[in-house]
């Protein structure tokens, strides 16, 4: 499994961005797929998760209201919509994919995308 997240950029506060994740390699149904991110001098922490057939959906509460994550699983792809972003969204984005949940131990990570949001 080869995960890689891209649209990641410079972006103004409250301003939008779309990241994506391209899954390459096993069937993408039956991962748990997910997003962390990482700012400088942090730890990375969760975002969000999505299982499967949607049925499970889950967030950080810090983007609760703002981030929403998709999937299509025809076109092996994850995306996170984000909006009103804030300088504290600043940091490395990564895609996660996990055969149970990615809040319990991920199996595979992308390369990550840097999101960065000017005041």
């Known amino acids: 499994v080869q995960l890689q997240a891209s649209g990641g950029g410079l972006v103004q506060a409250g301003g939008s961005l779309r990241l994506s994740c391209a899954f390459s390699?096993?069937?993408?149904?039956?991962?748990?797929m997910g997003w962390f991110r990482q700012a400088p001098g942090k730890e990375r922490e969760f975002v969000a998760a999505m299982s499967w057939n949607i049925a499970s959906i889950e967030y950080v509460d810090s983007v609760k209201g703002r981030f929403t994550i998709s999937r299509d699983n025809a076109k092996k792809m994850m995306y996170l919509q984000i909006n009103n972003l804030s300088p504290e969204d600043t940091a490395i984005y990564y895609c996660?994919?996990?055969?149970?949940?990615?809040?319990?131990?991920?199996?595979?990570w992308g390369r990550g995308t840097l999101v960065t949001v000017s005041s």
């Open positions: 996660a994919a996990s055969l149970t949940s990615v809040r319990l131990g991920v199996d595979y």
């Open positions: 390699g096993r069937t993408f149904i039956s991962y748990y």
